[in-house]
């Protein structure tokens, strides 16, 4: 039984040092590199939006919400009124709802665009750190 405890120890370990002696002989280019390295910001960038873009839909949504949940209310307020104060009332409730709407309306846009300038940037960002990666790369040797 140790016997075969041991001889398993020592193809595995063969198998272990094979496969990083495979992995050493591996060699990347520096613009090689460079470029990795960008698709990986691009690719961070690209999360980065729609992890942004999930989050001012999820505010939007909520403060629909609200807006409903507020008219409701303002609504139930009317109850038990007659005549002119009851259509003043709920022509008053309609006239909130809509104007919360809009302001979530104006939220959410304000929001993507806040969202678009900061991916600008970052897409600027990766650009610049591209460029210098492949300024350090000089001869392109491999590094």
């Keep these: 039984m140790r016997t075969i405890i041991t001889i398993s120890a020592v193809i595995i370990s063969g198998l272990l040092v094979a496969g990083s002696a495979k992995a050493q002989d591996c060699s990347v280019s520096c613009q ?34 609200g807006c409903d949940a507020d008219a409701l209310a303002a609504r139930g307020d009317c109850t038990g009124l007659c005549g002119v104060d009851s259509r003043d009332c709920l022509s008053g409730a309609k006239l909130d709802l809509k104007d919360c709407k809009s302001a979530a309306k104006d939220d959410f846009g304000a929001c993507m665009a806040d969202l678009a300038g900061v991916a600008q940037d970052e897409k600027l960002s990766c650009a610049d750190d591209s460029a210098s990666c492949l300024g350090l790369c000089g001869g392109g040797g491999v590094q």
């Design 32 to 65: 090689q590199e460079c470029k990795q390295e960008a698709a990986q910001c691009a690719a961070e960038v690209a999360f980065d939006m729609r992890a942004g873009k999930f989050s001012c839909e999820s505010d939007f949504d909520t403060a629909k919400l």
